[in-house]
Structures are given as structure tokens and as C-alpha cells.
């Protein structure tokens, strides 16, 4: 008796003093040491150790009377409890840091409500604190607070099926977030491959998760299964179903052990998919009926479980069992409802078979669910009456434009054979008019009273005749002519010749040489099919234009249409 009494004594000793055998070990660290920990052990899945380490950060912060290390201790001590106390614990920490001149508040209050929101379930309230954090971030201008803010707003996008939106922001910070912990950084990584598998973008999240495979083998069990996980979901989205049943089978086991109630669900869900793909029903059922229980007991529900219970209704209504499948009728409706007071937005894993108003309709025997589809036929009905009109009206206007153009090009086409004609017995056209086109691109003509030019009629006739040459010999068509080089070699000054030009020719310099280019480019499109045949950047080199965008922009200011529309109207009228 005295033994048993002493091994009693022993065994109740030793487990009495472990915690403070524990603790002991702890004294030499500093408050930097044991946050460091802290995170290591929550992020690893190891709540008890996490929580260890919160206690005596916050009993050390208290012996020293430091408010900075307190607030921290009660922000570590809300993470492993259940959400009434840890808000409590947060409300304690903004009790105690409302009058410290710290950056991180009060943004640090509201992203540790929303976190504690986050995690009970209740997304209505985390996604409010989670902006409200935000705003204050913004204002103090914390970067890694917004980060944080922003990278859990985008967990929560992807929670609810916003994959796109969560991707975008989870990608940013992966990729310039270098102020973010290790942890951090690691859980943008994880949530990223995840996005990127919804996505179907198959390769960027096998990169991902390949990367996180190598780095936490035999280094960190709960990480690497994280992974492992995701290359499950990997492979059954490429719909190799036992592979993904050989990666998930032992994120299972180590999972089912774990205190992780999301990883266990995801795990049971991809594999009940897998199996039931192989058409191996009874372990699907097993998986799918797992979750069911799991939800029962956490009430931690996402839109994907949804997927089980279709599965579950199938089954048993493919069976007879209908008083099972009556209750997993129940089971959905009731986790519908759940979804639908947290969503405000619809669920993308939402059965694809079993919507809420069917399911309805075959408990009560209520025909809503055919008024229900016939209200979304008329709306998309709608829809695509409004398309319908939008196109037809941008149709008819393209038709009417180019008609217009059309018009255009034949006036000009008419214009330039028939010129041609009248002139075809010389061997060059002589100083020849611009061809009378009328467009509102076209530059206002540059007048100037004759009884006021400044230019001896001498030398006014002596440059006509040198403009005269120049348009003969068709020297317009070098490259880099201005009215500089023009006035140098026929000998004159550039003021002449500008008062000329103007006076004479009815516009400026410019206009001029750009009106006589376009003019040859009419006259030569029309009569030389090989230079039709031209591209682009050949047709305005030979034309004297540094670039073709120069030429498009001239001859589309000169005639009003493009150079295509041109083309095609000399190629219809020579096919006729």
C-alpha cells in the first residue's frame, strides 16, 4: 500500500511540476526568443506548446510592468482559445494599449477580431474588421499591417470563391512582401497553390507546391503535409485519382491526429472526390460521412462540403434508403441556410445538381423551383434582347461608316482618272491642283492679303517657277525635305518661300508637301498594281515619310479614309 501511495505520489509530483519544468527551461529567452517559438509552434499545429509559450510571455511581461510585452502576451494568449475568450483576451489588449503610442494600433485589434471571426465561422464580422484594419493601416501607413490586412481579406475571397481576386493580391505579396515573417510568407504560398488549382492554372501551383515538398521534408511534418495535401488536390484536379489517393491517405492520418479541424476536412472531402471518381463508393461514403460528422461537432462549414452531400443524397436515393437520404436532405438544407446567413455572396462549390430551390421542392412538393426557372429564363432572355440590340445598332453604324468610306474612296477614284484623262496628253502633270477633297481632318487653308506680302514679284515668279520643277521632277518624294533645305537649293531665303507657299499655293509648308505626296500616292495606287501590292512601311518610305504611322496620319487627314479602304475600292473598280 505504501508503494502504490509513493508511485502515486511520484506520478501526481511529476506531472504537477512538468508544467514548471517547462517554464524553467524557458527563462533565458528573450521576449523576441519566445515569440519566435510562439509562431513556430502555432503555425506548426501545436496549440499546447503555442500556448505554453503565451502564458509565460504574458506572466514575464507582467513581473516586468512592460505595457508593449503585455499587449503582446494577450495577443498570443487569444489564439488557442475558443472565441468567447479570445475575444476577451483582445479586448483586454485594447484596453491596455488605448493610450500606447504604437503605429500598430488599433489596427492590430481589429485584425485579431477578424482572425478569431475568421476562424469560428463567422465571415460576416471578420470580413468587417478585417476593412476596418485595413483603413486604419492605410492611415498609420504600416506596410506590413496592410499587407496582413489585404492577404486575409484574400483568404477570405478564396473561402468564398472569389479564386481570381485572392490569386491577384496573394501573388503581389509573395513576390514583394520582404518585410512579412517566414510564416507569413509560407501561408501566402499554401493559399496561393490552392487559388491557382481552383483556377486551373495546373503548373503555376505545381511549381508551388513542389518547392514547399522539398523544403519541409524531414524538417517539418505539419508544413510538409500542408503540401502534401495540396498535391493531392492537384492530381485529382488532373483527375489522377489514385495518386491523388496515395498523397491524401497519409494527410489523413497525420491530419485526423492533428487539432486542425480545416485541414482534416479538405483532406476527407478531395478523397471522397478521388474515390467516388474510381467509382469505389463505399470509401467515398466513408470520407464524405466523416465530414459530416466533423461538421456536427465544430460546425465549421465551407461551400466545397456541399459537394459531399449531394454525393450522400445520390447514393441513398440510388439505394431506396430514403430515410437516409431524407437526412442528408436535411443535412445540406440546414448547412445551406448556415452558408447563407455568413455568405452574402453565392457560393462557388454550391451543389451543381441539388440547388436549394429543388431540394426544396422535393421536400415540400412546392413548384417555386419552376417559377424560379422561369424568372432567370426571362431575365437572360432580357439580357440577351439588350445584347442583341447593342450589336445590331454598333453593326449598323460600322455598315454606315463604311459605306461612308466607300463613298469616299470612289469620289477620289473618280477624281484622280479623271484628272488623269484630261491631262493625258502631257508628259507630266504641270503644277497640278490638289484634288478637291472635303473632310473635317482637313487643315484650314492659311490666306494672306496679297497687297501685303513683302516679296518682290521677281522673285515670287522665280520661286513659283523653281516649285514648279520641283513638283515635275517629283523631288517631294525625298526624305527629309523641309522648308529650310527647299529654300537652300533653289537659291532663295525661307521667308520668301514661306510667303509664297502661302500666298501662292493657299497653305503652308507642310500641307503643301504632305498634299503633294498623298496626290502622287492617288494618281500611282490607282495606275501601278505592284505598288499596291506594298506593305505599309514600303508605300510611305517610297513616298518620303520617316515612318508609316507619319504616312497613315497624312493620308488620313488628307482624304478622310485609310489607305486600306483606298485599296480595296481601285481593286473592286479594276475587277468590275
Request: some cysteine; glycine content about 2%; hydrophobic content about 35%.
Amino acid at each position: 500500500m505504501k508503494i502504490k501511495l509513493l508511485l502515486l505520489f511520484i506520478f501526481t509530483g511529476y506531472h504537477l511540476l512538468y508544467p514548471q519544468a517547462k517554464t524553467d527551461s524557458l527563462r533565458n529567452d528573450s521576449y523576441e526568443k519566445l515569440k519566435e517559438k510562439f509562431y513556430d509552434y502555432n503555425y506548426d499545429g501545436n496549440p499546447a506548446k503555442s500556448k505554453l509559450i503565451a502564458q509565460y510571455y504574458l506572466a514575464k511581461a507582467k513581473r516586468e510592468k512592460d505595457i508593449s510585452q503585455i499587449a503582446n502576451g494577450y495577443a498570443f494568449m487569444y489564439a488557442n482559445e475558443d472565441q468567447k475568450n479570445a475575444l476577451k483576451y483582445i479586448d483586454s489588449l485594447a484596453e491596455i494599449t488605448k493610450n500606447l503610442k504604437d503605429d500598430a494600433y488599433p489596427t492590430r485589434i481589429y485584425l485579431l477580431k477578424a482572425n478569431v471571426y475568421f476562424k469560428f465561422n463567422n465571415q460576416k464580422e471578420a470580413l468587417n474588421n478585417y476593412i476596418i484594419g485595413l483603413k486604419y493601416a492605410k492611415q498609420k501607413n504600416n506596410k506590413r499591417q496592410i499587407a496582413l490586412a489585404e492577404t486575409n481579406i484574400a483568404y477570405l475571397n478564396s473561402y468564398i470563391g472569389k479564386d481570381s481576386e485572392a490569386a491577384k493580391v496573394l501573388k503581389y505579396y509573395m513576390d514583394n512582401g520582404s518585410y512579412l515573417t517566414d510564416n507569413e510568407l509560407d501561408k501566402i504560398r499554401v493559399n496561393l497553390a490552392d487559388c491557382y488549382i481552383e483556377l486551373n492554372k495546373l503548373d503555376s501551383a505545381n511549381i508551388l507546391i513542389n518547392k514547399g515538398l522539398q523544403a519541409f521534408k524531414n524538417k517539418d511534418d505539419y508544413r510538409y503535409h500542408q503540401y502534401l495535401g495540396l498535391l493531392g488536390f492537384y492530381n485529382l484536379k488532373r483527375k489522377k485519382y489514385q495518386l491523388a489517393i496515395n498523397n491524401l491517405l497519409p494527410c489523413k492520418k497525420y491530419f485526423l491526429a492533428a487539432d486542425d479541424i480545416r485541414e482534416k476536412n479538405y483532406v476527407l472531402l478531395y478523397l471522397g472526390k478521388s474515390y467516388a471518381s474510381l467509382n469505389n463508393n463505399q470509401r467515398a461514403i466513408e470520407n464524405f460521412t466523416k465530414i459530416d460528422s466533423l461538421v456536427q461537432k465544430t460546425n465549421y462549414i465551407v461551400p466545397e462540403f456541399g459537394e459531399a452531400y449531394t454525393y450522400l443524397i445520390d447514393y441513398y436515393k440510388e439505394k431506396g434508403d430514403k430515410e437516409r437520404q431524407l437526412y442528408y436532405v436535411e443535412r445540406f438544407l440546414k448547412i445551406d441556410n448556415m452558408l447563407d446567413a455568413q455568405f452574402e455572396y453565392v457560393s462557388r462549390e454550391l451543389p451543381r445538381r441539388y440547388d436549394t430551390p429543388k431540394l426544396l421542392h422535393e421536400k415540400e412538393n412546392i413548384i417555386n423551383d419552376l417559377q424560379s426557372r422561369k424568372t432567370i429564363l426571362n431575365i437572360s432572355i432580357g439580357l440577351l434582347s439588350i445584347i442583341l440590340v447593342l450589336l445590331s445598332f454598333l453593326y449598323s453604324r460600322s455598315k454606315k461608316r463604311e459605306r461612308q468610306h466607300r463613298k469616299i474612296a470612289q469620289d477620289l477614284i473618280n477624281t484622280v482618272e479623271m484628272r488623269s484623262f484630261e491631262t493625258s496628253k502631257a508628259k507630266l502633270i504641270t503644277n497640278p491642283s490638289p484634288i478637291p477633297i472635303q473632310t473635317d481632318t482637313e487643315n484650314k487653308v492659311i490666306t494672306e492679303d496679297k497687297s501685303t506680302k513683302a516679296t518682290p514679284e521677281d522673285i515670287t515668279q522665280f520661286i513659283l517657277k523653281e516649285l514648279e520643277a520641283f513638283e515635275d521632277k517629283e523631288l517631294f518624294l525625298k526624305k527629309g525635305i523641309t522648308s529650310a533645305s527647299l529654300a537652300k537649293s533653289i537659291k532663295t531665303n525661307t521667308t520668301y518661300l514661306s510667303e509664297v507657299i502661302n500666298t501662292q499655293k493657299g497653305k503652308n509648308f507642310a500641307t503643301y508637301l504632305n498634299d503633294l505626296r498623298i496626290d502622287y500616292a492617288l494618281n500611282r495606287l490607282i495606275k501601278d498594281k505592284k505598288f499596291r501590292s506594298y506593305k505599309l512601311l514600303a508605300i510611305a518610305e517610297e513616298l518620303g515619310y520617316n515612318n508609316e504611322q507619319s504616312f497613315s496620319l497624312a493620308f488620313k487627314k488628307k482624304t478622310g479614309i485609310t489607305l486600306s479602304v483606298y485599296i480595296k475600292e481601285i481593286e473592286k473598280s479594276n475587277n468590275i
